[in-house]
């Protein structure tokens, strides 16, 4: 199906735009009282997730309300270790919590190599919010990298500096690699099944890159998204790796063709480490949103100015916290369709 | 009182060391069962760093048991904001907790700005460890930086965005700098008090320095770290921006003696970036740590080679985790110290 607004997929693919495309991660999410009301009817997140009817639902919900340009289907990026072999649950205020966790080689090879038949949930979900998008604007599928994925399944939860999965790095190198290959075949499997379902567009969450040196960032996390990023030929490829500002320029060179950027990343300095052959997509602070109309005007003018009219998409630096204004997120994707029209 | 060992104190300086000094973060701490049988007096963490006698004594052991070259003042940086008249405690896995927050101007105008009296039990604990030091390294005093500070006083607790203090910064910038400016008053007494008692040299910990934009960071953070260094002149100091990757240059132009870097800032790069006439302190992975020796003695020559031998401390780039074995801690110091003799 022919997509009438396909802004973002031109801007990844570095064509030429009428104006910049804009998006928000976590727009599908508590920010939007319409999502807390289909939320209500199913109170346990996981299995939330794995409903394809609210799932597209709230996939959905921001393109009508926010007018953004994307969807971005409604999962976790906690599926993959589940449809490897490790359940988890995501408890009240305290976030994930896996009842296994990877110790031992055994444990590793006893994990199965998930493929798209294990997330069906997740692809139903696509089929359904493709059928409700109706090509007004294109489909984002997504998938956690493999590292940050790692981190989870060896932690065990959510943690601040993810002791017990770098400690799996210095202690048994040879368990890490094989555990992340694991995961690396999986998210491939799953990502083409994402893409199979309808995704017009991915992009790989490295939520925990920034606690990693830049040496062990490339050993145990780029190397697994760079054999993602070859592995996924159909469609543009982002990847988002919060807080690796050293692995700016590592990263141009892998084949994907966005890459996101985080608040602390100096916008000038950021295309001059990753030239001129990808998109950049970011990087405003998501507690802008917090401020008053003028203020979120004023900084996301200089924002689109900074960024320039090409190879840019709009976005937040992280995802959007739960108790920020809709109207001001609304305020946002208006600003950047006004002011990225009003400049070109 | 002559120092037999004043290494650091020369390194600090900027003058030739017959081997590199080293100490570590959060060495006075649990990783010692020393100091966890110490702690069993005491529970109550607030209470036991109001108790000069045992903070003291813990502030000493891991110069008798870790043969560091300094010992640090065992304290908490939330003294501050509870000498200012926000008291907190310290909740069992949760971390400080602040029962009364900074919400309005008014209560900002409440807050006193403290002194060294307020402070007592602080100085005469650095007074009985001095004592106890006997001249054998010197004593190394602290406390946070103003927005570190800032951000728990508005916070409240810890937290993974500090998105309520963030928020303030964005909505009331008056009243942001109004409350740091009363920090950095407080810090300044607080830190001429502990100079006086007899801290050899004092550290700044700019713990949340990492989630604010180069932009803010210089507007609401390094502006009042560099007030204080202004205003500290008797002794070399410290100053330690965990994760501020974007404020290494910034950093270079400001009265410090030492910069902290972390482990994913890389050597030669932040060596670049600050000039050579900054000390710079730090920075192994505290993971590394979990490693088996052979592992520990190969990075941390490869992190001594980097470094190189002049304007350079030795150092984790974070505090000690609680799990790490005391002997790998203390195998650490022993391979800078080897290693740095060696290659003179």
Redo the contacts between chains.
């Keep these: 199906m022919n997509l009438k607004n396909d802004l973002i997929l031109r801007a990844a693919r570095g064509e030429k735009t009428e104006r910049t495309p804009v998006w928000l991660m976590r727009q599908a999410g508590r920010i939007l009282p319409e999502y807390r009301k289909v939320r209500e009817q199913l109170k346990d997140f996981v299995t939330f997730v794995k409903t394809p009817e609210l799932a597209a639902e709230v996939t959905v919900q921001p393109v009508d309300i926010l007018g953004v340009d994307a969807a971005i289907i409604f999962s976790d990026i906690l599926v993959i270790p589940e449809a490897m072999g490790l359940p988890y649950k995501m408890l009240e205020a305290k976030g994930p919590w896996f009842e296994k966790t990877v110790k031992t080689e055994k444990d590793v090879e006893q994990l199965r190599i998930a493929n798209g038949d294990d997330l069906s949930y997740v692809t139903d979900a696509i089929k359904l919010a493709k059928k409700e998008l109706n090509g007004r604007v294109p489909l984002i599928g997504f998938s956690g990298a493999p590292w940050t994925l790692f981190a989870y399944m060896i932690e065990g939860s959510g943690s601040?500096?993810f002791?017990q999965a770098?400690?799996m790095?210095?202690?048994n190198p040879k368990l890490s690699h094989a555990l992340l290959q694991k995961i690396t075949d999986s998210t491939i499997n799953y990502l083409k099944a994402q893409i199979a379902a309808g995704a017009d567009l991915i992009q790989i969450f490295d939520s925990w890159a920034?606690?990693?040196?830049?040496e062990?960032y490339n050993e145990f996390s780029l190397r697994y998204i760079s054999q993602i990023c070859d592995a996924i030929t159909l469609v543009p490829k982002i990847v988002f790796a919060k807080?690796a500002?050293?692995a700016r320029k590592a990263m141009s060179k892998i084949k994907c063709d966005v890459i996101g950027l985080d608040?602390?990343?100096?916008i000038a300095e950021s295309r001059t480490l990753i030239g001129l052959n990808k998109t950049l997509q970011g990087n405003a602070?998501?507690?802008?949103l917090?401020?008053?109309y003028d203020?979120i005007k004023r900084e996301t003018e200089k924002m689109l100015r900074a960024f320039g009219p090409s190879r840019y998409i709009a976005n937040l630096g992280h995802g959007l916290?739960p108790?920020t204004e809709k109207d001001k997120v609304k305020f946002f994707v208006d600003t950047v369709k006004e002011f990225s029209t009003e400049v070109r």
Tied chains: 1, 2.
């Design positions: 601040k500096t002791s770098k400690k790095l210095y202690t920034g606690i990693l040196s830049p062990q807080d500002y050293f608040w602390t990343m100096d602070d998501p507690c802008l917090y401020a008053d203020v916290y108790d």
